[in-house]
């Protein structure tokens, strides 16, 4: 680990860091974790510094906030290679690589108007499978329609 | 993936089910014939709730006499008291009462994935009779049934599939059951009616042999069976396109002094004028036939799902 990178760990008190998001992408991972800035929370985020393995990357810390595991498979749809940080009173207390997860629940709406997951009155959500990574693709596990990155993006109000 | 066999399934699609599993289906169903006239006493007590959202007469009766054949009970709605239920309630709490009521349950409903919806609500068997435009997994089995029953296999066959092949709810699921046989496909359909992506993907990731084409005289010589299914003018954004294709698409006797002797049509009911009446008098038409194949076929479904002994 680099002096550069403790440095931007240390900073934090308890919170999140994520690491090695590809170049230009910390912004989608903000919209994806549903951070807004208005929430009050501390938020710093680097953009298009150098990294070891990526050349160049993003990092997003998270001041005063954990991350659930479902939120943080959300964002390894947009930025595979992240790894999350957790940190408590200024250590690193867990360190892993999120992975897209096989299935995933209620985090993105389906993009077919006439499928049951977008019926206002039914308590059903919305849940997919990945059945390809790279390209990312997945399919609803109720109509079978086929959502890409640019309709989860769309979906997250990115696009 | 192994048969886990049908007792107590829920039947979705298809795809939840084996080549084994559909074998099982089709050799219940032949010894049914015998009693699709009569009455059995193996699902004696037994009740089957029909939560019609979308009218469908064939399907809904078809099962009805299936159940009523089998000595059991029918509850239910359709029609214009479907309709007022879904304003009054979700689908949801419907099914959880009908759940409450029933042995097991048959829903047809517009809304896509309703039926995989209600199948995790309820404690008892689901049977998807048709959810949006993408299952209808009874109708595919009967298609394969009368198939079988025509040629005794449907390995080496070549099927072709004419009409609707994008909106149209029955093609998704016929060929998601002959995804399970080496069959030659040939899709016909007007090029704004072509399969939809999903589909395309499917054949693609399951190996299966196709073609498509806009001409069914370019095909019609080298198939066994012809699948036939209904091309809405609503789904043309231009209606004189309609018109212009129509006549096209129609099969007649033109058409069919192309075929193979032993060619056999097939059309899952109702039809309004893509098959020509003066075919039906044709040994190819094999449509009526295949419809009074839904009773037994279902009733084969249901005591396999409600664990009728004969
Ligand atoms: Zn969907």
């Known amino acids: 680990m680099s002096n550069k990178k403790e440095l931007i760990i240390s900073k ?21 974790l549903g951070i807004t ?7 710093a985020l680097v953009m298009n510094v150098e990294s070891h393995k990526l050349g160049v990357k993003d990092i997003v810390k998270v001041e005063g906030r954990e991350l659930t595991r479902d939120e943080l498979n959300l964002v390894a749809l947009v930025a595979p290679t992240a790894t999350v940080n957790i940190i408590r009173n200024y250590d690193v207390v867990s360190k892993f690589k999120v992975v897209v997860p096989d299935v995933i629940e209620g985090l993105i709406k389906c993009k077919n108007p006439r499928c049951i997951t977008n019926q ?9 499978r990945v059945v390809s990574r790279e390209p990312l693709k997945l399919v609803c596990d109720y109509c079978g329609t086929i959502h890409e990155l640019s309709d989860i993006e769309r979906s997250l109000g990115i696009a | 993936m192994g048969s ?5 399934r829920d039947v979705i699609t298809v795809l939840d089910f084996t080549r084994e599993d559909l074998e099982v289906l089709f050799t219940e169903a032949l010894n049914m014939e015998k009693y699709a006239k009569s009455r059995l006493n193996i699902l004696n007590g037994k009740v089957l709730a029909l939560a019609f959202f979308e009218p469908s007469t064939r399907t809904r009766l078809s099962f009805e006499t299936a159940m009523l054949r089998l000595g059991g009970s029918v509850i239910g709605f359709s029609g214009v008291e479907a309709t007022s239920m879904a304003k009054g309630e979700n689908l949801a709490d419907t099914i959880r009462m009908l759940d409450a ?18 199948a995790e609500i309820a404690a008892s068997p689901v049977i998807n009779a048709g959810d949006g435009s993408q299952n209808h997994p009874t109708q595919a089995m009967l298609d394969l049934y009368t198939i079988w029953r025509e040629f005794g296999t449907i390995d080496g066959l070549s099927i072709g599939i004419l009409g609707d092949l994008r909106y149209a709810r029955v093609v998704n699921s016929l060929i998601q059951a002959l ?3 080496r069959v ?15 589909l395309i993907e499917f054949m693609n990731s399951r190996g299966m042999v196709y073609d498509w084409t806009d001409d069914p005289y370019r095909v019609i010589n080298d198939v066994d069976v012809l699948y036939v299914v209904r091309i809405q003018r609503e789904r043309f954004p231009d209606p004189m396109e309609y018109e212009r294709v129509r006549g096209t698409y129609k099969v007649d006797l033109k058409l069919i002094e192309k075929a193979k002797p032993q060619m056999v049509i097939l059309h899952p009911l109702p039809r309004v004028d893509e098959i020509d009446f003066a075919v039906d008098n044709t040994h190819h038409a094999k449509y009526f036939k295949q419809a ?3 009773v037994p076929l279902r009733m084969a479904l249901l005591k396999l799902v409600l664990g009728g002994e004969s």
């Open chain 2, 179 to 181: 995804s399970y046989y």
């Open chain 2, 4 to 8: 886990l066999g049908w007792l107590g």
């Open chain 1, 120 to 128: 206002q009155r039914e308590p059903v959500k919305s849940r997919f």
């Open chain 2, 184 to 198: 030659r496909l040939h899709l016909i359909s007007p090029e704004p009616l072509k399969p939809r992506r999903e």
């Open chain 1, 12 to 32: 934090i008190r308890d919170g999140i860091v994520i690491d090695h998001i590809p170049a230009g992408r910390a912004l989608l991972v903000l919209r994806i």
């Open chain 1, 37 to 43: 800035g208005r929430e009050g929370f501390r938020v």
């Open chain 2, 292 to 294: 009074s194949l839904g």
């Open chain 2, 101 to 118: 009521y029933a042995d097991a349950i048959v829903i047809r409903h517009s809304i896509e994935g309703a039926a995989k919806f209600a």
